[in-house]
């Protein structure tokens, strides 16, 4: 696939400067003109080819200055970003990795440890503790999963959420409701799918038949990825609309909401000696 550096930069463009993941996924497909094959090839269990190059993208082009993210995974272009119309994939990848060993020699060197001036940085992956993540979250029973996305759904605002298992209930493993500003109510059902590989289009329609006549809005949460035809037939006009959430966006979720996963925060103690000179 050709180099995503500068499609990246394009979308981001194209979107006006700012873009949720998935705005900057179709963009890219659009820019590259890529066939449905491309876009769902699998790079590994969890996620597309496609997706985790567009994250080692984004990681060096943010490292590079031309981007920056939100906490809600919104990425924008810098100042520089807006700036600048392509970049050199090489030149890119040049500089960040010696930003990078820069950072680690200084490191090692003040812990007073030998820098390990050899390293060298082949990709910035985003994905390290999400992976980890989903690979605990298939090891599961399918019964504890389901349990883990009632829980998921009540941490998120969801009331009555109850987890029916019924065989031969057209994939509904579960039903709840949503309030919204304590006022409108929606019935949502949900399936939970432990799943490795692609959710494809035909598991979001047979969903979409089971559902009807029985609740306002549905939501598909799985440990794997979905196909774009997938994505498409989720949020196809006329039809009842389907919320898809993938293994990636999954462990987001768990992270902020603290459910399984922790994060340690390491004290950096730095010394201002300038203030003592100042005395």
């Not at 035909?202 to 794997?224: C, H, N, Y």
Request: proline share 2%; glycine share 8%.
């Amino acid at each position: 696939m050709t180099t995503s550096f500068n499609p990246t930069l394009i979308a981001l463009k194209n979107l006006g400067g700012s873009g949720a993941l998935n705005e900057i996924e179709e963009q890219v497909i659009a820019i590259l003109n890529l066939p449905e094959e491309a876009t769902n090839e699998i790079h590994r269990e969890s996620r597309t080819k496609l997706t985790y190059r567009l994250a080692w993208a984004k990681n060096y082009l943010k490292r590079y200055g031309l981007l920056e993210n939100s906490s809600r995974g919104i990425w924008a272009l810098t100042e520089n970003g807006r700036e600048t119309e392509a970049v050199d994939k090489e030149k890119v990848k040049n500089i960040v990795v010696r930003i990078d060993k820069e950072q680690r020699t200084k490191k090692q060197a003040e812990t007073n440890n030998e820098p390990q001036l050899d390293a060298k940085i082949e990709e910035i992956e985003e994905f390290g503790w999400q992976d980890k993540l989903i690979e605990t979250m298939r090891e599961i029973h399918p019964d504890q999963f389901e349990r883990l996305c009632q829980r998921i759904l009540r941490e998120l605002g969801f009331v009555n959420v109850e987890v029916t298992g019924r065989s031969n209930d057209g994939g509904i493993d579960g039903k709840g409701l949503i309030k919204l500003g304590g006022i409108l109510s929606y019935h949502v059902v949900f399936q939970a799918k432990r799943y490795q590989g692609s959710v494809s289009s035909s598991v979001v329609r047979d969903f979409r038949g089971a559902m009807s006549g029985r609740a306002d809005k549905g939501l598909i949460l799985t440990t794997g990825s979905f196909t774009r035809e997938a994505k498409k037939e989720a949020s196809r006009d006329g039809a009842i609309p389907i919320d898809l959430i993938d293994g990636n966006e999954f462990a987001e979720r768990l992270k902020e909401l603290n459910l399984g996963v922790s994060i340690e925060m390491v004290e950096e103690v730095k010394i201002n000696t300038d203030w003592f000179t100042r005395l």
